[in-house]
């Protein structure tokens, strides 16, 4: 059963799916920062959508001490930038 776009490619706003992409990358990073004692970190396309969904996020990766790299892809190797740093688990 389904609609009139049934298998159709539905068109999605970037910044749009970059939200979608960003909660989908944090939820099991926050599940696995709660259950490991391990340093955590995100990577993200080098891209505005992203930096501004870290940018608003980044007062409790943070405090969390999960770090956040963004990956520049229009360069060969990939450049990787550190944004947010890597610190220890603060809430134990």
Not at 54 to 72: E, K, M, P, Q
């Amino acid at each position: 059963m389904g609609g009139p776009k049934k298998g159709q490619r539905k068109a999605y706003l970037p910044y749009t799916q970059g939200r979608a992409y960003f909660s989908n990358a944090l939820l099991p990073t926050l599940v696995h920062w709660s259950e490991t004692s391990a340093e955590i970190a995100l990577a993200f396309p080098d891209k505005v959508t992203y930096r501004t969904l870290v940018d608003r996020s980044s007062g409790a990766l943070a405090t969390l001490g999960i770090g956040v790299y963004f990956v520049a892809m229009d360069t060969a190797p990939p450049a990787v930038r550190q944004h947010l740093p890597h610190r220890g688990r603060p809430l134990g």
